[in-house]
Every structure is written in structure tokens, then in C-alpha cells.
């Protein structure tokens, strides 16, 4: 017998997609975000200093510039800040992948992250529509809420978006305006931003964050329409009532002149940094990254702001950023009788709904109709969260806040419509009666997670995982929790269930390390398996019920290995390269001494007799 034997070499430019849902979101070409443990100015290593050379790259510049380092490491609830003067962002040759750079950056020591600019899409549908009623408000109780708190004018909403319409009748005093640093020229108050009176248009970089009427048809009011649902004027006698009253809102563009998010993240910085104590974000993308994750801690750690977000538009329980990112509070839409809107996403990481079908709102040029989407939904909660800060002791932090509103949602679970998605609307549609009416249960989150001691959360099949982590209370104290483990996956099995959490302080945690969870993966998982698990939580003496889902993949479908000068994705179908394109899997082929992958993908061919020819490379998977 002869074995013949080859390897062949592919390269692929471009793969096509018909009219999916979206695969990947779109990234700036010739750009990266790299975060690095030391100022990378005091790096001294040729091999990092070549490959910037070889790649054409602008020296590294910090992100934010204007950002200080933090004094301490942890904040009062000791949460760990986030240092925002180690993110730099590196320009290099257009013509290479910023992908392909992120991977090749990441095998660098001394960086924590590294990756593409991905760019975040708005989260309205756009339709012409009758005006309608303020439906949303009888359905979210706001007169109820509204009897207890109306809000308090130095508490801000930060609008990031694509700008405000200055003018509106709606908005123009709702506006919190900087009197530290008025129009003259001269940076009052030092902040780095010229005359940043009302609010900043990051996307253009100038202090007129007022939507551009005169742009491109991709430019749209949107930030218009989701400022007037936070912080429209309420009680005026005039249009439509805003959910936060007499709370204000900090208009922060991060679209730029064609209507592109180019600035999405950096807008919760500003937001953060500038006095908001809730962040309100109608945009989003499939992509998560170390960079969102960062950047959300930062303003939830570093400065007590919490961040609410739109589930997303796209019928679907894919994850969705930044509203899946850990500490967002993320808000799905349902419609005038409680269902979910048809095309809310929904999902693992919701964690409420407020109306998002048909709502009224306000349009430029003091005109108003009806809109639809996630996008909507979302500043209704921000409306709300500003209230519930107003009301309580200022004690309270940002997750405290979100807590509060999601405890006291209301459930919608078993409207027949949504039985469907049970347990993907969160803890169900927001009450703002009651999350005013100081009647507040205990509210547990299970944090600091360790998986077999680690964080990761991707495991090889045919394994047992350990499970601990810390079970905190945000609110009223817990006397006799009770924490079960279940799933409905074919591919575990759970060995140990349950965990008696008992009383619980406010704000203090108890560890499961003594008694943790335990699950075996059967061997049966299928390649890339995604299994959810689910925690509930039951406290009979209080009455406090919650749930939290916990994901892991397992049997993942490729490996990434680094031998000596070599860096490459083993895959499980027997080729070598990248696993998958779009997004990228794996690192592909990659010299230490070439700055860009060698090949995308390899395989072996081999003929055994003259009529038998196994192959592993593209269109054969055996
Ligand atoms: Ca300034
Ligand atoms: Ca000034
Ligand atoms: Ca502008
Ligand atoms: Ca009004």
C-alpha cells in the first residue's frame, strides 16, 4: 500500500453571507485597543517595538487621556477599580487585520487585552406610525411611582447616542449644563474638554452635541427620541412625560458624521466622568470584549454609575453587548398587553422589560410618534433608576439601584404569549410604584466565580467542574436562603444541587467553598455544546425568590498551542489554521518573526489506494 501525502494551503479573501442574522459586528480597519500592565511607554522590548515596525504602526496613545489612575485598588464596596490610563490605542496598516494584530498582541506578556474596535449598531426599527397614547406609563405604573418620587434635577442621566436636539421644547431645560466651564474659548474647569457646557460629541469631537440634521441619511434623532423617554419635561403641558421627571440628562454623541457608533464605550467614560449616575446605552453588538467589560466596571467601580441597556432587536437569546456585560443592567421590550415584543431579543442576561412596541415619543423640532424597539425600552428604565437613586439613602451604589428594580418587576411570565420565553424576560416587566414604595426584598447575585478554581468557563467534555463562588445580598437582609442548581441539558448531569446560604447581611456575601456545586459533562456533549445552569434562590422567611444563569461551552472544537516560535489553532476536524473566519477562531499560523498569520488553513489529504482518498481540508470534515 502507498500513502501519498500533501498538505494544501488556502487562503481565503473574503466569505460571503446572504441576509442572516448577523454573524459578526463590523470593526475600524487599522485599529486596535490594547490594554497592558505597565505604561507602555516604560516597555522596553524589541520584539514588541519590531512588530509595531513591521505592522506600520502610530506609537501607542493612551484612549483617555484625561484619565487619572486610580489612588486605591478598591472602592468602598470593594469592588476593583478600573485603571483607564493603561488602554492605549494603536493605529497600524489599514490593509492588515486588526483581528490578526489582537491575536498576535495578546501572546505579548505585558498585555492584558487586545482587540478590534468593534462597532455597535442603534436598536430601533424604523417604521412611520400614528401617533400613539403614552400607553407605557400605565403599564410601568409611573403615576404610582411618580406619587412617591418625582425625582431630583441634580441627579443626571447620560444619554450616550447620536445627539440631542437643543432646542426641543421637551429637552432644552432638562439639559444638565456645565456652569463650570461656559462658552469662552478656555477649558474652566480642566477637565481636557473646551467649553463642554452641554454635554460632548465625542463622535466629532467638539462641544455641539446636537444631532446632525444636516448628515447623511444614516443619520437619524435617535438620541432624541431616547433622551425624551429618560428626561423629557414632565408636567409642562406640553408632549410627552420623560419616566425621571425632574431628573436631568447629559446629552454625550458617540456617533460620528456619517451616524457611525465609533465612540460607543468612550461615551460611557465621559458619561461616567462627568457627574451621570446612570448610563443609559440603545446600541449594542454581538461581540463581547475585554475592552466593554473594562470600561462598564470603570464607570460601575470608579465612579458608582450605573449602566442600562437595550437587550437587542433580534428575535433571538443571543448574547448581546453591552446589556450581557456583568453589572448592565439590560432591558428587554414588551408591548401594550405585556408580551414581549416580537422582536425584543430575550435571553439568559435579561434582566427586566419595559415597554418598547409603538411607544410615544419625541421626535426633532417639537413633534412626537410612536417608536419601536429595545432602544426605548431601556431609558424608561434609566427614568426609573434616577428615581430610585432620588428616593433612597445616597448610600446606595449603582448595583444597588439596579437591584431594586429588578426585584420589584413584575412577573409576565405566564401571559400564554411569553410562556414560550419563561425565564428569559428577567424578573418581568418594571414597576416603578413599586420600586419607589421603599418595600424591598433581599436581592442575592452569585459573583466571583470559579469553575475548577478558574475563571474560565470553557472545558474539554468527559470532565467534572466544582463550581464556587461568592453568593452576595445587595439588599434587604436574607434569613434562611436556599440556592438549587438545575438544567435542562442532556449533557450534564448535576452531582451536588444545593447550597444552604441561610442569613445573609446586607452587602455581605457567604462563600459556597465549603460545600460547592458539582456537575460531570457527559461524554455524549457534541462540539462547542453551550449548557446553561440555573440558580434559584428561595428565602421562605423573607419571601424572596430570584434566579441567575450561569453559562459554560464545553468540548470546544479547537485548540491554540505555542510551540517554541510557533503559535497555531488546532482544530477539531483535524486542520491547522483558524477554526472559523467570522468572527476569527483561533490564531491561526503565526512566526514570531511575521506580524501577520501565514495561513488561514491546513489540512491533510491522504490516498490510500487509487480509489480512497481521506481528507480533512475545506469541504471535507472527516
Ligand atoms: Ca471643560
Ligand atoms: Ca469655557
Ligand atoms: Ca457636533
Ligand atoms: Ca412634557
Given at each position: 500500500m502507498k500513502i501519498y501525502f500533501s498538505i494544501f494551503f488556502f487562503t481565503v479573501s473574503s466569505l460571503l453571507f446572504g441576509?442572516?442574522?448577523?454573524?459578526y459586528d463590523a470593526t475600524i480597519p487599522g485599529l486596535v485597543i490594547v490594554k497592558t500592565t505597565?505604561?507602555?511607554?516604560?516597555i522596553k522590548d524589541k520584539q514588541f517595538s519590531d512588530f509595531l515596525n513591521k505592522i506600520s504602526a502610530t506609537p501607542p496613545a493612551k484612549r483617555f487621556p484625561n484619565a487619572q489612575k486610580p489612588?486605591?485598588?478598591?472602592?468602598h464596596f470593594h469592588q476593583k477599580l478600573v485603571d483607564l490610563t493603561k488602554i492605549y490605542e494603536i493605529h497600524f496598516d489599514?490593509?492588515?487585520?486588526p483581528e490578526a494584530i489582537s491575536k498576535q498582541l495578546k501572546?505579548?506578556?505585558?498585555?492584558?487585552y487586545a482587540q478590534p474596535y468593534y462597532l455597535p449598531e442603534l436598536l430601533y426599527v424604523p417604521d412611520d406610525s400614528l401617533v400613539t397614547s403614552q400607553y407605557a406609563l400605565t403599564r410601568i405604573h409611573a403615576f404610582d411611582g411618580w406619587d412617591n418620587e418625582k425625582g431630583d434635577s441634580t441627579i443626571i442621566i447620560g444619554i450616550t447616542d447620536t445627539?440631542?436636539?437643543?432646542?426641543?421644547e421637551e429637552l432644552h431645560d432638562q439639559i444638565a449644563y456645565n456652569?463650570?466651564?461656559?462658552?469662552?474659548?478656555?477649558?474652566?474647569?480642566?477637565?481636557?474638554?473646551?467649553?463642554?457646557f452641554r454635554g460632548w460629541d465625542l463622535g466629532e469631537n467638539d462641544n455641539n452635541p446636537q444631532?446632525?440634521?444636516?448628515?447623511?441619511?444614516?443619520?437619524?434623532a435617535h438620541g432624541v427620541y431616547v433622551s425624551s423617554l429618560a428626561?423629557?419635561?414632565?408636567?409642562?403641558?406640553?408632549g410627552i412625560a420623560g419616566i425621571g421627571f425632574k431628573t436631568k440628562f447629559l446629552p454625550v454623541k458617540i456617533s460620528n458624521e456619517w451616524g457611525i457608533l465609533d465612540r460607543s464605550y468612550e461615551g460611557i467614560v465621559y458619561a461616567a466622568d462627568h457627574g451621570c449616575s446612570i448610563i443609559n446605552c440603545s446600541w449594542g453588538g454581538i461581540t463581547k470584549n475585554p475592552y466593554g467589560q473594562d470600561i462598564v466596571n470603570y464607570a460601575t467601580y470608579n465612579r458608582n454609575a450605573l449602566v442600562v441597556a437595550a437587550a437587542g432587536?433580534?428575535?433571538?437569546d443571543v448574547l448581546f453587548y453591552p446589556a450581557s456585560y456583568e453589572n448592565v443592567l439590560c432591558v428587554a421590550a414588551t408591548n401594550p398587553s405585556d408580551e414581549?415584543?416580537?422582536?425584543s431579543s430575550y435571553g439568559i442576561y435579561v434582566d427586566v422589560c419595559a415597554p418598547g412596541d409603538n411607544v410615544l415619543l419625541a421626535l426633532a423640532d417639537n413633534e412626537y410618534t410612536g417608536g419601536w424597539g429595545t432602544s426605548f425600552a431601556s431609558p424608561q428604565v434609566a427614568g426609573l433608576a434616577a428615581l430610585v437613586k432620588a428616593h433612597y439613602?445616597?448610600?446606595?451604589?449603582a448595583l444597588q439601584i439596579g437591584e431594586i428594580i429588578k426585584v420589584t418587576c413584575n412577573y409576565i411570565d405566564t401571559i400564554p404569549y411569553n410562556q414560550q420565553f419563561a425565564g428569559l424576560l428577567g424578573t418581568g416587566l418594571i414597576d416603578c410604584g413599586k420600586a419607589l414604595s421603599d418595600i424591598i426584598t433581599p436581592s442575592i447575585q452569585f459573583r466571583n466565580i470559579l469553575y475548577n478554581g478558574q475563571d474560565s468557563t470553557i472545558f474539554p467534555g468527559n470532565d467534572t467542574i466544582t463550581i464556587v463562588g461568592d453568593f452576595i445580598n445587595y439588599l434587604t437582609p436574607t434569613q434562611n436562603l436556599q440556592v438549587t442548581l438545575q438544567t435542562i441539558s442532556p449533557y450534564i448531569q448535576i452531582l451536588d444541587s444545593s447550597f444552604s446560604a441561610g442569613a445573609i447581611e446586607t452587602l455581605d456575601s457567604i462563600s459556597n467553598q465549603s460545600s460547592p456545586f458539582r456537575i460531570a459533562l457527559l461524554p455524549s456533549a457534541p462540539y462547542d455544546e453551550t449548557i446553561d445552569l440555573k440558580l434559584i434562590f428561595t428565602d421562605t422567611v423573607t419571601g424572596y425568590s430570584g434566579f441567575q444563569y450561569l453559562r459554560i461551552i464545553v468540548s470546544p472544537s479547537y485548540l491554540d498551542i505555542y510551540p517554541n516560535n510557533i503559535s497555531t489553532t488546532i482544530t477539531s476536524?483535524?486542520?491547522?489554521?483558524?477554526?472559523?473566519?467570522?468572527?476569527?477562531?483561533g490564531i491561526g499560523f503565526l512566526h514570531?518573526?511575521?506580524?501577520?498569520?501565514?495561513?488561514?488553513e491546513s489540512g491533510l489529504l491522504i490516498v490510500s489506494f487509487s480509489d480512497h482518498v481521506s481528507d480533512c481540508v475545506r469541504g471535507g470534515d472527516d
Open positions: 441576509q442572516k442574522p448577523k454573524l505597565t505604561d507602555i511607554s516604560l489612588q486605591k485598588k478598591y472602592n489599514k490593509k492588515i487585520s501572546l505579548f506578556p505585558f498585555v492584558v445627539g440631542v436636539d437643543l432646542d426641543h456652569p463650570n466651564d461656559p462658552p469662552n474659548g478656555v477649558d474652566d474647569d480642566y477637565d481636557g474638554f473646551i467649553d463642554n444631532w446632525d440634521e444636516s448628515g447623511t441619511t444614516s443619520v437619524i428626561a423629557a419635561r414632565t408636567d409642562n403641558g406640553k432587536n433580534n428575535w433571538n414581549k415584543w416580537n422582536k439613602p445616597d448610600t446606595l451604589s476536524n483535524g486542520r491547522i489554521g483558524f477554526n472559523r473566519f467570522s468572527p476569527l477562531q514570531n518573526s511575521y506580524a501577520e498569520s501565514l495561513l488561514y
